[in-house]
C-alpha cells in the first residue's frame, strides 16, 4: 500500500483495478555506513536492481554518509565496481547505470559532527532541486547498534525528521541487532519514538523479505486443505532449523558480544516460528499481520528459572573440525575470539506455544554455525494414524517441508504401497520446488524490503511490541546461559549438526531431528 | 499525418526461433492416436531418468494457420512457458494445402532435473484439418486451466469448440487492424474470457498516470479530469484506443480525441546483449495528456523511457519519470499468463469505451 488516503481525500479513478503495483514516490535514500560492506554487497546492487527493472521513481537518488572521504563521483565509481560484482544482474546495463549515477551523492564526516548534517540537509536540498526527489526522505541504518542514538538525535536536532503527517515522507530504516536485550532493545526503542512515529519506523529483518518466508502465509491461508489439520490434534510436533556451513568470518569481535541467539534466534528464528504458528490475520496488512505475529510470540512459555532453561535449551561451541572435505578451526581459535569464550554458536530450543492451537505441541528450533551444510527449513510432523493397518512401524508419519533455503521449496511425505502382492507401505516424496516452478528470478530480500519501505509498507517489518517480545524469550534464556553458574556450550565439531545435547533434547521426547 | 491501419497490419502473435533438436516427429495415416502420442511424450520424460518429477500449472493451446506463423510465436511460446510451467499444445491447421496429412511432433524441457514443458505440435493439412481440434482436446492435461493463444479469427467452425471451452483466450489487438476491437467488445460482451497483449502493452502507461494522481500535491485534481487526448505513431492503433477507452470507464463525462503523428521507430540494431524497450512500433502509443483545469498532465515516451509532466498547478514541475521494461520474448504474453481464468473486469470495460469511440469516428 502506498499510502493511506485521508478520509475526505477523493479516491484515485485511475488506481482502481490495475494489475501492476504503484511505483514509490519520488524519494532520496540516505545510507548512512556508506563505505560498509551492506552497502556494497546489498544495498545499492539492490537499489540499481530495482533500476533495472523499472520499479525505482526516476525522481530518485542516493546520499552515502560515511566518515571515509569520498567525492561524489569516486563513491559512484566505487558503488558501479560493487554492482559489477554483487548484483543479481550483470552485466550492469550502461544505459540504466548512467541515469541511476547521475543521482549519486556523497557527504563525508563524523556522526557525532552537527556540521556533517548541515551538509547532509544541503546535498538532500540539491538533489530536491535537480532530481525532484521531492523532500521525502528514507534514512538506512546500515551503522552498528551503538550509532542509533548518535544519528536519531542528529537528525532530529538538524530538523531533518518531518512528522508522519507531513506530506514528504521521513522514513527510518534500522537494520539488526536492535538491541542486545530487552532493556537495550526498550531503550532503543524509547529513543526512536522520540524522534519519529512508529508509523515511520521500518526494523528491517531480511528473512521476512525472502520469497519463500513470504510464500509461507500464500502456502497457510491461501490453501483450504492445511489449515483443518494445522494444529495440536494432527501436528506431532514442529522442527526448525537454521543452520549455516561458515564459521564467523573473520567477525569474532561482533560475536563474541551477540552469538547464536542474538544472531539468529531473536529475529530470524522467532520470526519463523510466528509464522508456521500464528492465526489468520483479519486482512493482509502491516497491523493485522503483527498483531497475530504478537499473539504469537506472547504465547511462547519463557523459561524463567535456570532450571527450565537446562530442561529446553542446549547451547554449542564448534571446536575444530572439517566441513565440505575442508579442516576448519574451532571457534576459540579464530581471530579475535577469547581462549574459554563461553559464546555459543549453535543453540537448539524446545518451545512450547501455550494457546488453543498448539499447546502440547514442541516447536524444537535450532540454529548453527559450521553445520555440514547450509540448510534452513520449517518441517512439520504429522501425528501416526491411530491404527497400524499394515503392520506394526511400517507406515511413517507425514511430514511437511517448507524449505526456506536453499533449494526454496515444499515437499510433502507420505507413505504408498511397494508395488507387488504384499501390503508394503514406503514413504514417498512429492516435491515443489519454487525455483523450477516459477523460472522467474526472484528479487533479493533487500530488493523486496527497500521498495516495501520506500512505499511505506511495513507488513514485512517488525514492529516495536514484536521486538520486545522476542527479547523477552531470548533475554531470559541469557540471563542463565551467560551467568558463570550455567555450564559452557557443550562443544561440537565443526562439520556436525551440534552436540549431542541436542539429539538426546528430542530423544527424551521419543524424537529425533530430521536427517538433513 | 494519420492514416488507417491496413488489413497487412499484424501477423499473430510473433518471435522466431530454429526448430529444437530432440524433437520426435511422428505422421499418421488417418487420425491422430491419442496413445501413441501420450506414450511417446512418457518415453520422451523418462529419457532423462525413471522419477523425473513434471511441473505443470497449465494448458497452452497455440492456435496456427500455417508452420511459419508457429515458427514465428514458438520462442515467444516458450519463453512464456519457462515463467509457467506447462504443456504446449501448438495446432497447424494448414487448410491452403491440397494433400491431407496428420504430424505430431513432441519434445520435453528440463529445468532443475524436472520436466518444466511438455511440448506436442499437432500439424494436419487439406480436409485432415477437422481432425486437429478433438485430437487437441484429447491431449490436455487434467484438472488444469487452459489458455488459448489465438492469432487469428475462426474459420468457420474450425476450432470453434476450443475457443469456447477456454477458460481464457490471449489474443493482440496491436497486430490487428483496430476496428476489430469492435469484435472483441462483442466477444466480451457475452462473456469470453479475453486477454489482449496490447492491454498488457499499456500497463506502463496506466500506472504511470495513476502514480501521477497519487503524488500527494497532485492528488487534488483527481475529481477534476475533464478532457484526454492520446497520439499514436503514424496510425491510430488499438492500444491508443485501449488507452483512452480505459480512462473513459474509469472518469464519467470525459471529453476524448485520438489522432497520430509522425510514424513507427526505425528499428535500432543492438550493439550491446542487454535488451531494451521495444521501439514504438505502427500504431503505438506516443502520448496521452489529460486536463484538469487549470492542471494539464501530459506523458510521452522518450525511446525507453516515459515521463509525465504537469503544467498548471500550482508547484508546477515533471511528476515522474520511468523506464520501460525491456523488451524480451513472451515478456507480454508472461504477463497476461499471470490471469489463467476469467475475465479482467477493467480491460473489458476498456474494449467496450474503445469499441464506441472507434464507432463514433466512424
Known amino acids: ?516 | 499525418m494519420e492514416e488507417i491501419v491496413s488489413d497487412a497490419y499484424g501477423e499473430p502473435i510473433s518471435a522466431g526461433a530454429a526448430p529444437h533438436a530432440g524433437e520426435l516427429t511422428v505422421k499418421f495415416e488417418n487420425a491422430f492416436d491419442l496413445a501413441r502420442i501420450e506414450t511417446l511424450l512418457r518415453q520422451a520424460r523418462d529419457r532423462g531418468g525413471p522419477s523425473v518429477e513434471t511441473v505443470c500449472t497449465l494448458n497452452l493451446v497455440a492456435i496456427h494457420f500455417s508452420a511459419a506463423q508457429y515458427e514465428k510465436a514458438r520462442n515467444a511460446l516458450e519463453v512464456a512457458a519457462t515463467l509457467h510451467p506447462c504443456r504446449i499444445v501448438a495446432v497447424i491447421a494448414d487448410q491452403g494445402t491440397q494433400e491431407e496429412s496428420l504430424t505430431a511432433r513432441l519434445s520435453v524441457v528440463r529445468t532443475g532435473g524436472a520436466i518444466t514443458l511438455e511440448r506436442i505440435v499437432l500439424s494436419a493439412t487439406g480436409r485432415a484439418v477437422r481432425h486437429l481440434e478433438s485430437a487437441m482436446m484429447g491431449l490436455l492435461r487434467p484438472d488444469l486451466p487452459m489458455v488459448v493463444v489465438w492469432g487469428g479469427r475462426p474459420q468457420g467452425d474450425l476450432l470453434r469448440r476450443v475457443v469456447e471451452s477456454a477458460d481464457r483466450i490471449i489474443t493482440d489487438s496491436g497486430a490487428r487492424p483496430p476496428g476489430y476491437l469492435a469484435e472483441t467488445a462483442a466477444l466480451l460482451a457475452k462473456g469470453a474470457p479475453i486477454g489482449d497483449l496490447a492491454w498488457a502493452r499499456i500497463f506502463p502507461w496506466q500506472s504511470l498516470a495513476a502514480d501521477t494522481l497519487d503524488v500527494p500535491d497532485l492528488r487534488e485534481h483527481r475529481g477534476n479530469i475533464r478532457r484526454a487526448r492520446v497520439v499514436c505513431a503514424g496510425a491510430v492503433g488499438a492500444e491508443g484506443l485501449l488507452l483512452l477507452g480505459w480512462m473513459q470507464s474509469r472518469l464519467k463525462r470525459l471529453e476524448v480525441e485520438i489522432g497520430a503523428e509522425g510514424g513507427a521507430d526505425v528499428e535500432e540494431v543492438s550493439s550491446t546483449p542487454i535488451p531494451r524497450a521495444a521501439p514504438i512500433g505502427l500504431g503505438h502509443v506516443k502520448l496521452l495528456e489529460f486536463v484538469a483545469p487549470p492542471a494539464t498532465f501530459t506523458l510521452r515516451r522518450e525511446k525507453g523511457v516515459l515521463i509525465s509532466q504537469v503544467k498548471g498547478d500550482d508547484d508546477g514541475y515533471c511528476a515522474h519519470r520511468v523506464r520501460l521494461p525491456p523488451e524480451m520474448p513472451g515478456r507480454l504474453l508472461a504477463l497476461e499468463l499471470k490471469l489463467l481464468s476469467g475475465r479482467d473486469e477493467l480491460y473489458a470495460q476498456a474494449v467496450q469505451a474503445a469499441a464506441k469511440l472507434l464507432a463514433a469516428r466512424t
Not at chain 1, 368 to 386: D, L, S
Open chain 1, 1 to 516: 500500500m502506498p499510502y493511506a488516503p485521508e478520509h475526505d481525500e477523493v479516491p484515485n479513478p485511475l488506481r482502481a483495478g490495475l494489475r501492476a503495483d504503484s511505483a514509490p514516490e519520488p524519494c532520496a535514500v540516505v545510507i548512512f555506513g556508506a563505505s560498509g560492506d551492506l552497502a556494497h554487497r546489498k544495498l545499492v546492487p539492490a537499489l540499481y536492481n530495482l533500476a533495472v527493472g523499472a520499479h525505482l521513481p526516476a525522481a530518485f537518488g542516493i546520499v552515502g554518509v560515511s566518515k571515509s572521504a569520498y567525492t561524489h563521483e569516486e563513491f559512484a565509481r566505487e558503488m558501479r565496481e560493487a554492482v559489477g560484482r554483487f548484483s543479481r544482474t550483470r552485466p550492469v546495463d550502461p544505459e540504466i547505470w548512467q541515469d541511476f549515477a547521475a543521482g549519486i551523492r556523497y557527504v563525508a564526516g563524523s556522526f557525532d559532527d552537527p556540521t556533517t548534517f548541515v551538509r547532509l540537509r544541503a546535498q538532500l536540498d540539491e538533489l530536491d532541486r535537480t532530481r525532484s526527489t521531492r523532500g521525502n526522505r528514507l534514512y538506512y541504518l546500515a551503522t552498528p547498534p551503538s550509532t542509533f542514538p548518535t544519528l536519531l538525535k542528529q537528525l532530529k536536532a538538524a530538523g531533518m525528521i518531518n512528522p508522519p503527517h507531513d506530506t514528504r515522507f521521513t522514513r527510518v530504516v534500522i537494520e539488526k541487532p536492535f538491541g542486545r536485550d530487552l532493556a537495550s532493545a526498550r531503550a532503543l526503542n524509547r529513543l526512536v519514538l522520540e524522534t519519529c512515529d512508529e508509523r515511520q519506523v521500518f526494523r528491517i529483518d531480511h528473512y521476512l523479505g525472502k520469497e519463500t518466508v513470504q510464500n509461507l502465509l500464500v502456502f497457510r491461508f491461501a490453501n483450504s486443505i492445511f489449515e483443518p489439520i494445522w494444529n495440536r490434534r494432527y501436528v506431532d510436533h514442529v522442527q526448525i532449523t537454521a543452520g549455516e556451513e561458515l564459521g564467523i568470518e573473520g567477525r569474532g569481535r561482533y560475536y563474541e558480544e551477540s552469538g547464536i541467539l542474538r544472531d539468529m534466534i531473536q529475529n530470524h528464528v522467532l520470526q519463523l516460528v510466528c509464522l508456521s504458528a500464528l492465526e489468520a490475520p483479519v486482512a493482509f496488512d502491516a497491523d493485522s499481520v503483527r498483531d497475530e505475529k504478537i499473539k504469537v510470540l506472547r504465547a511462547i512459555e519463557t523459561f524463567d528459572t535456570p532450571e527450565q532453561v537446562a530442561r529446553n535449551v542446549v547451547p554449542g561451541q564448534y571446536g575444530p573440525g572439517s566441513v565440505a572435505g575442508a579442516d576448519v578451526p574451532g571457534y576459540q581459535q579464530e581471530k579475535d575470539v577469547a581462549k574459554g569464550s563461553r559464546t555459543p554458536t549453535f543453540v537448539a530450543i524446545r518451545l512450547n506455544i501455550r494457546n488453543w492451537r498448539w499447546d502440547g505441541v514442541p516447536f524444537y528450533i535450532r540454529s548453527g554455525k559450521r553445520m555440514p551444510k547450509r540448510a534452513t527449513e520449517i518441517a512439520v510432523h504429522f501425528r501416526r494414524v491411530p491404527h497400524a493397518l499394515f503392520g506394526e512401524g511400517s507406515a511413517q508419519p507425514n511430514d511437511l517441508i517448507i524449505r526456506v533455503q536453499p533449494e526454496e521449496g515444499i515437499a510433502l511425505r507420505f507413505s504408498a504401497k511397494v508395488p507387488g502382492e504384499r501390503f508394503r507401505p514406503q514413504t514417498v516424496s512429492m516435491d515443489f520446488r519454487y525455483g523450477t516452478t516459477f523460472a522467474a528470478a526472484s528479487p533479493e530480500a533487500y530488493e523486496r524490503l527497500l521498495l516495501d519501505a520506500m512505499r511505506g509498507d511495513q507488513t514485512l517489518f517488525t514492529r516495536k511490541d514484536e521486538v520486545e517480545a522476542a527479547w523477552k524469550i531470548v533475554g531470559n534464556i541469557l540471563k542463565v546461559t551467560e551467568s558463570s553458574e550455567f555450564p559452557a556450550p557443550y562443544p561440537y565439531p565443526a562439520g556436525t549438526w551440534g552436540p549431542a545435547a541436542a539429539d538426546e533434547l528430542l530423544a527424551q521426547d521419543g524424537r529425533a531431528w530430521r536427517r538433513l
